[in-house]
């Protein structure tokens, strides 16, 4: 922090004396024009003035010898009133102006001689005549008017191509064909993008922007958003990291007067209908019901009126979620005494999630002079959860475990006008954060123990064998996987399993813009900027139990931990041990430290020109340089430097109907993706993993014929390890884009939209073995395609006899979108797309939903880890949608308080694959035929609808507000298995199995009706 402090000193003594002009990332918005006669003559040196609720006094600025003026920093709101004044001409008002949050609005002003005032009621044009960019502005207008889970990520869904990311990061939006890895989160100029995992998500009580609290993040609540964009597509140069989308959210500010709420909503199972479930998908987890409510309060207004603003704001969710056992029930794969194998929490209730969340926000506006604007904001959360990592298991101190997570932002930004022609804008901001995950004693000093066979969320059935040689102890059924544990042969598994935290996860960041215009060959709008961002990041992995376990083939200890799955020896076409044992342990064994302290360093510098080549043509030509540093910090950790990140922009804007109102525009970008710190922690840490099978639980009784170390000998790094195949430098990932498209304002607030898009991966990193996993490579597999791998014997040495080639990573993503948009006019505003879309490839980027739980390892998926994995692996990606439409809007009643909105969505259902099982490779799966040809998961739409009444309370109104989520209660299955086909070995034969392929697992979330109250003063 006090190098971040020192960073800022330097840049605010710059920019006090030496003229700097800087804009960092959009926080506001700006307000752009010409002063004209009625001739069409420009008017030089007219005063502009912009005044409204959301501006400490006012904004100013004059217009230039050819009349342009343009009036930065102007923080989206509504309501806002532009004047313009200049000797001899009369005096021109526009009034209720909106100013959405990154638009530059166009306002013309045409004056008369005379020396009155005239008022001019007519609407901004609606169309941003100099954006090239895709995706939608919501203000908080429609955010609170709209039927949405108390959730800010689904905010972002409203946008077009915004879909679900499927198993890999459930409930967050993947945008144009990316994952929901490949998007940056950004909160008032601050980048709150998960460090580790490049996500975005939250918790069981209210998802929000920025980090999951499972992965130590940060939170944003619902209400404390002033307004939200989402850039889906023609993405300026000031924004880089990301090859999806970028989320931007900015926090609420203080007025010149006060203004507040207090607000609860709840919501209970009583008020839900009764979920589909399936008896083949036996997760029971929350089938007893759940309540939350969601209590807060906020208050914005004055310190010195004009000059020093407040804005404050809290929220405390509690959620609580109850799961039953029916008596009876048990494991489907596991059987005890010629039952299935029951829970000890069988026959009664638990409280399997006890939840706590708190979130705060707080902003202090300054008007220091009316060209000096200074923010700080601070925003955070804590979280308290009691979990049950397990309910499968006979021993309940196994199953619990507590969670904990405090993560705190600071953001400081400087708005500086220095002339009409230059403008500066400063972001310092500070994130920091810890996360505590705990066991019960007994349960962290023991290894966990599992049968391999399972159908819950949770995992195998803990328990296994205590008789490990006597034939008539069990049976087997190689047909159904289904194992009997006979005459009591059973000992219940004590550990608690995997767990993390994080021990430190600091960012440091600083963010400048420049702004300079000036006349050419035209009208230049200039603009330039820094961005730095330095990261250090330590979470925890291990697995419970005793740390000193020595590997037999790399005769070092298990200091990371390990757990058990156990089958018996068929299960594997084995014969039995050599004294007898009839079972097989399968030890997944961790060699590395369990903290695992990791650097990361983005630099990015880049440069854009809006140039208006004519008054309705404007040529973009953009540049954006960015390198990255990442390194594992533990002792032999190594590190990447990718450099030489070179991503034009450019695009044109064309006003073909003169008007105004209409918009025809292209765009070519290239974005890099920033790598998360996911690499780092494992591979360039040398993450050391071991799969070794044993003949007894003990794990002394070694099998060496099958085990195998991953990792052993160390990541090698493209470019860096000498004697590697290839030596080219390792390289950024990145993806191209083109759009072209049109926009008409087809009435007054009311624009009608589309374009085309076209997507293309450009280059992906990966870690992938060339010698039959014998070694790993960091590196860019489109570099290797010449390289012949063997493929692996059941003992996973090469087999030479058979020959692989890795391919190209591809992933093209081919849309259609039209859009509608109506801004708050007459009582009702709506917006709404219709995207028509293919996505096609072999790779889908940095997580993969290539199995019902997905993987997300960021550069780091099991995807590429050897070619045999993607035989068949090109054809239509999990997340390609061929129709996707949504609607939503409100409208407020004139002569009663009454508000009605709705929000609609139908989307195509998904590919279906017919995935092999390597059972041999962490259960990580493969294509048995190609890629999306086995049909596809229903087309699924849902209606949610709200009203709210509000009620006048002398100056204050108090709401009583409904909110049903699908409202016809549809309940079409979303999740089907495609689970086609198993390979116990390497190299061995495949099993299909086809008895539960393309069975639905998981349906349409139920009917739910939410109650709501808020006082608003």
């Given at each position: 922090m006090k190098r971040l402090?020192?960073?800022?000193?330097?840049?605010?003594?710059?920019?006090?004396?030496?003229?700097?002009?800087?804009?960092?990332?959009?926080?506001?918005?700006?307000?752009?024009?010409?002063?004209?006669?009625?001739?069409?003559?420009?008017?030089?040196?007219?005063?502009?003035?912009?005044?409204?609720?959301?501006?400490?006094?006012?904004?100013?600025?004059?217009?230039?010898l050819k009349g342009n003026y343009i009036v930065p920093f102007v923080p989206a709101g509504r309501s806002y009133e532009?004047?313009?004044?200049?000797?001899?001409?009369?005096?021109?008002?526009?009034?209720?102006?909106?100013?959405?949050?990154?638009?530059?609005?166009?306002?013309?002003?045409?004056?008369?001689?005379?020396?009155?005032?005239?008022?001019?009621?007519?609407?901004?044009p609606i169309v941003n005549l100099k954006s090239t960019s895709t995706g939608a502005t919501l203000s908080n207008q429609m955010i609170e008017a709209i039927p949405?889970?108390?959730?800010?990520?689904?905010?972002?869904?409203?946008?077009?191509?915004?879909?679900?990311?499927?198993?890999?990061?459930?409930?967050?939006?993947?945008?144009?064909?990316?994952?929901?890895?490949?998007?940056?989160?950004?909160?008032?100029?601050?980048?709150?993008?998960?460090?580790?995992?490049?996500?975005?998500?939250?918790?069981?009580?209210?998802?929000?922007i920025?980090?999951?609290?499972?992965?130590?993040?940060?939170?944003?609540?619902?209400?404390?958003?002033?307004?939200?964009?989402?850039?889906?597509?023609?993405?300026?140069?000031?924004?880089?990291?990301?090859?999806?989308?970028?989320?931007?959210?900015?926090?609420?500010?203080?007025?010149?007067?006060?203004?507040?709420?207090?607000?609860?909503?709840?919501?209970?199972?009583?008020?839900?209908?009764?979920g589909i479930t399936y008896p083949y998908n036996q997760n029971l987890t929350g089938n007893a019901g759940y309540t939350r409510y969601d209590v807060g309060t906020d208050l914005g207004g004055y310190i010195i009126k004009d000059k020093?603003?407040?804005?404050?704001?809290?929220?405390?969710?509690?959620?609580?979620?109850?799961?039953?056992?029916?008596?009876?029930?048990?494991?489907?794969?596991?059987?005890?005494?010629?039952?299935?194998?029951?829970?000890?929490?069988?026959?009664?209730?638990?409280?399997?999630?006890?939840?706590?969340?708190?979130?705060?926000?707080?902003?202090?506006?300054?008007?220091?002079?009316?060209?000096?604007?200074?923010a700080l904001s601070f925003f955070g959360n804590q979280n308290r959860e009691n979990l049950y990592s397990n309910l499968n298991t006979l021993n309940a101190s196994s199953?619990?475990?507590?969670?904990?997570?405090?993560?705190?932002?600071?953001?400081?930004?400087?708005?500086?006008?220095?002339?009409?022609?230059?403008?500066?804008?400063?972001?310092?901001?500070?994130?920091?954060?810890?996360?505590?995950?705990?066991?019960?004693?007994?349960?962290?000093?023991?290894?966990?123990?599992?049968?391999?066979?399972?159908?819950?969320?949770?995992?195998?059935?803990?328990?296994?064998?205590?008789?490990?040689?006597?034939?008539?102890?069990?049976?087997?059924?190689?047909?159904?996987?289904?194992?009997?544990?006979?005459?009591?042969?059973?000992?219940?598994?004590?550990?608690?399993?995997?767990?993390?935290?994080?021990?430190?996860?600091?960012?440091?960041?600083?963010?400048?813009?420049?702004?300079?215009?000036?006349?050419?060959?035209?009208?230049?709008?200039?603009?330039?900027?820094f961005q730095w961002d330095k990261r250090d990041y330590t979470p925890i992995f291990g697995l419970t139990g005793p740390t000193d376990f020595i590997s037999p083939i790399l005769h070092q200890p298990a200091i990371g931990g390990l757990q058990v799955q156990w089958a018996p020896a068929a299960y594997y076409g084995l014969p039995a041990g050599p004294n007898g044992q009839q079972y097989i342990y399968l030890a997944s064994d961790y060699f590395t430290p369990m903290a695992r302290p990791t650097?990361?360093?983005?630099?990015?510098?880049?440069?854009?020109?809006?140039?208006?080549?004519?008054?309705?043509?404007?040529?973009?030509?953009?540049?954006?340089?960015?390198?990255?540093?990442?390194?594992?910090?533990?002792?032999?950790?190594?590190?990447?430097?990718?450099?030489?990140?070179?991503?034009?922009?450019?695009?044109?804007?064309?006003?073909?109907?003169?008007?105004?109102?209409?918009k025809f525009f292209g765009f070519f970008g290239r974005y890099y993706q920033r790598v998360p710190a996911d690499l780092a922690v494992r591979s360039l840490n040398n993450e050391k993993s071991g799969l070794e099978y044993f003949y007894n639980p003990n794990l002394t009784s070694f099998i060496p014929g099958i085990s195998v170390i991953l990792g052993g000998q160390g990541e090698e790094i493209q470019g860096q390890t000498p004697g590697l195949p290839v030596s080219t430098p390792l390289e950024a990932p990145y993806s191209d884009e083109y759009i072209l498209g049109y926009e008409y304002q087809v009435a007054p607030n009311f624009k009608l939209g589309s374009r085309l898009i076209y997507r293309s991966l450009g280059r992906a990193i990966e870690d992938f073995s060339f010698d039959g996993a014998q070694t790993y490579i960091i590196g860019n597999p489109d570099k290797w395609t010449g390289i012949p791998v063997p493929g692996l014997n059941p003992d996973f040495t090469p087999n030479w006899k058979q020959i692989y080639f890795f391919p190209k990573p591809t992933r093209r993503y081919k849309a259609v979108e039209i859009t509608a948009d109506k801004r708050m006019s007459n009582h009702w505003q709506m917006g709404g797309s219709y995207v028509l879309s293919r996505l096609e490839g072999n790779y889908e980027g940095e997580s993969s939903n290539d199995t019902l739980s997905g993987q997300l390892d960021p550069s780091n998926n099991a995807v590429y880890d050897l070619p045999q994995m993607l035989v068949n692996g090109n054809g239509l990606l999990p997340l390609d949608r061929t129709h996707v439409v949504k609607a939503y809007g409100s409208y407020l009643f004139e002569n009663i308080p009454l508000e009605l909105s709705a929000n609609f969505q139908l989307q195509s259902g998904t590919p279906i694959s017919k995935y092999l099982i390597f059972d041999w490779y962490a259960s990580m799966a493969g294509l048995y035929a190609p890629?999306?040809?086995?049909?596809?998961?229903?087309?699924?739409?849902?209606?949610?609808m709200a009203a709210q009444y509000n009620f006048r309370l002398w100056k204050s109104n108090l709401g009583l507000r409904l909110d049903v989520f699908n409202v016809t209660n549809e309940n079409k299955p979303v999740v089907l298995n495609e689970e086609y086909a198993h390979q116990p070995n390497a190299g061995g034969p495949v099993f299909l199995e086809t008895g539960l392929f393309k069975k639905p697992w998981i349906a349409q979330s139920p009917r739910l009706v939410r109650l709501g109250l808020r006082w608003m003063f």
């Open positions: 402090l020192a960073w800022g000193a330097l840049w605010m003594l710059a920019l006090t004396f030496g003229g700097l002009v800087c804009r960092a990332q959009t926080t506001e918005g700006a307000i752009q024009g010409r002063v004209t006669d009625p001739k069409g003559e420009p008017i030089a040196g007219a005063a502009v003035q912009v005044s409204g609720p959301s501006v400490q006094g006012f904004l100013g600025t004059a217009t230039d532009v004047k313009v004044t200049a000797e001899g001409y009369n005096t021109v008002i526009r009034r209720d102006i909106t100013v959405p949050l990154g638009a530059m609005v166009q306002l013309p002003f045409v004056m008369s001689s005379g020396g009155s005032q005239i008022v001019v009621t007519s609407a901004a949405l889970a108390r959730d800010s990520n689904q905010i972002a869904f409203l946008a077009p191509s915004a879909v679900n990311s499927g198993s890999s990061t459930p409930g967050m939006v993947s945008i144009g064909g990316s994952p929901g890895a490949e998007n940056q989160y950004m909160v008032n100029g601050m980048n709150v993008t998960n460090t580790d995992l490049g996500t975005a998500a939250g918790t069981t009580v209210s998802r929000s920025g980090n999951a609290t499972d992965v130590n993040g940060t939170m944003l609540n619902f209400d404390f958003i002033q307004d939200l964009q989402v850039l889906t597509g023609g993405i300026p140069p000031e924004y880089g990291g990301a090859m999806g989308g970028v989320v931007n959210a900015i926090t609420r500010s203080g007025g010149n007067e006060f203004h507040g709420s207090l607000y609860s909503y709840y919501w209970n199972s009583s008020l839900q209908a009764k020093l603003w407040f804005y404050a704001g809290y929220d405390y969710n509690r959620f609580r979620e109850y799961t039953s056992l029916p008596a009876g029930s048990g494991d489907p794969y596991l059987y005890l005494n010629g039952k299935p194998a029951q829970s000890v929490f069988a026959g009664s209730e638990i409280t399997d999630n006890n939840q706590i969340n708190q979130q705060y926000a707080l902003k202090i506006t300054w008007n220091v002079n009316p060209n000096q604007k200074l199953a619990t475990y507590q969670l904990k997570d405090e993560p705190n932002n600071f953001s400081m930004q400087w708005n500086s006008t220095w002339s009409p022609s230059f403008f500066t804008e400063a972001v310092l901001s500070y994130h920091n954060s810890h996360q505590w995950q705990t066991f019960p004693s007994s349960a962290s000093q023991n290894w966990a123990y599992s049968y391999i066979n399972s159908s819950a969320s949770y995992g195998g059935f803990r328990a296994y064998p205590s008789n490990q040689t006597d034939p008539a102890g069990y049976t087997y059924d190689p047909a159904t996987g289904i194992t009997d544990l006979l005459n009591g042969n059973y000992t219940p598994s004590l550990g608690g399993g995997g767990y993390g935290g994080v021990v430190k996860d600091k960012s440091e960041q600083l963010n400048l813009k420049s702004s300079n215009l000036f006349t050419f060959h035209g009208q230049h709008e200039l603009s330039y900027g650097t990361m360093k983005d630099t990015a510098l880049w440069i854009n020109d809006n140039w208006s080549l004519t008054q309705y043509f404007t040529l973009k030509i953009g540049l954006r340089y960015s390198q990255q540093y990442l390194a594992g910090d533990l002792a032999g950790g190594e590190s990447i430097n990718l450099k030489g990140n070179y991503a034009p922009r450019v695009g044109f804007t064309w006003d073909l109907a003169h008007n105004g109102k209409s890629r999306g040809t086995a049909g596809r998961t229903p087309t699924t739409w849902t209606l949610d």
